[in-house]
């Protein structure tokens, strides 16, 4: 597999591009691990915690249009999922791989790499070099680009963007604020998570899944302590439901080294039947 | 620290002076009891900012209160990211234009606008838009310091997790310091606003992401790095992909300003929806963590907040 460095090193070496014969690239920069923060000091955490391992990044100039090319080359398909969950509000567009427009940036994840192009001159002027620059970078990455297997488990209908891939602590402090994800993304869990349609406000429903039944059981009851519920069930089993502090109903359960939970309902049945709708 | 911060003193009497002053100006009489906290709101504010900013910073006691004749003052905006104005990743140039004036105007000997950023200092610069904004503005210089030869090793008493960082040393001979941060979304820690803007002011931002518990670290920063007065551009909210961007905009025309920077700091929370959801000031570790700890409160008295359109 390529690395980000060398990916962007085939892409200069290669003829023109087609859509932009009076293209000219600027410097290649390449930030290597904990190197991020002088990249990108506010918020490389997330990127990190996705197993980041180098970012190579160039400049573009094309008809007067600029724009930024950042190939991120992450821990591996899933995590380079992960960290593009995280920015997936906008609109689809095909470039060969599913990838999102939004506020001049273009973001998609293909392999194990994580690609952002990001406009510098007018947005909307820069669209087609945004676009072209992305179909050039998508089909120099070798690979698929498809979500893990365990986003299929949550219900269908999630609201648009809200669906997150989790896999520590530091990639859900903006899922949940409250210190849940240190209890239940415990060390080799990995979470999908999406926020649906509900009355006043979003139902979350969230699937957890862990290495081992114990770990599953032992998350489910510190959630639910930390939630003020009664945890049932008796060994090898823990389930809680209630209403918590900020008056909306949840309900969570552990089975099969899983831990399924759903907040947010307006009543205790609505929780439970969102529950069950989680596979 | 030894210098002309610890002036809580003065900051006290003011309070009592804008009380007056926002009396006289026929503002509700409860509310002109030592407001923390100012919001002003309304399509006015992008029309006119000057306007704005002197509106919310009428019931305070005006920028009089704060800047006296032939004082040092500091702003400090969030000149982050080399992003462009439109993208409000950074703090608008004309509100620092405005306060810029203002403090001119109390007859300030220098205003000092500086940020240490997190990229590049040189294309920060060029495209924020600031350097233009003051441009021909006499006393008044935008630097973004990046050399450790400008900051000095200054110990945090008080810090649990930091217990010295190396400061601007601008920022420590200041007579005024007033924090002029954006509201923004942030991947790791929720939300930034003043209290985090601090880290703009040390040179060693990398060990608060990677060596300490930052929200810890942000806490005890803001113990020793206190200003007297922060107003907060409210006007669009990046809702999303904070800090950097491009992330969602959320029109708020809203700018606050006060001397409790927790206050302001939750009350920016409150503007608008997070990660498209309402996020409550509690649920943002270091907001709790600052009011734990006595830096401010989350929500003060509601006499002692004053609301006003435009």
Redesign the interface.
Known sequence: MRTAIALVSVLLMAPASDYFPEESAGKIEVFKG?KL?D????????YLAYGFVEIAVWNYTAAGNKATVGIYEMGGPEEAYGIFS??S?GDPVDIGVPAVL????LSFHKGKFYVRV?AKSD?VKAKDLLIALGKQVAGSIPGESKAPGEVALLPEGA?E??LRYLVNP?TA???W???EGELILTKQAKAVTA?YPGGD??IQASRISYPDKAAAIKACRALAKKLSLKTAGGKGECSASGKTEDDVFTSLAAKDGVLRWVTGAADQKSANAWLAKVK | MGNKYGRREFMKKTALVSAALAVGSGLDVRAAQKPVLVKVSGAGVPKDITAAVKKVLEPLGGMRAFVKKGQKVLLKPNVGFPTPPEQHATTSPLMLKAVAQMALDCEASQVLILDNPTRRPEACMRVVGIKEAVAGMSNVHFFLPTSDKLYQKTAIPKGKALKRTEILKDVLSVDVHIAMPIAKSHNAAGFTGGLKGMMGLILDRESFHSRFDLNQAIVDLNTVLKPHLVIMDGIKVMATDGPAGPGELITKNTILAGTDPVAVDAAAVELAPLYGRKIKPRQIKHLKLAEKTGLGVLKPPADRIVTLEM
């Open positions: 904990q923060f990249y990108m000091n506010g918020g490389a955490e997330l995280h920015t509000r939004a506020r001049g940036m990001v947005p609201v963007g809200s530091a402090r903006t899922i604020f409250d210190g926020f406000a979003d």
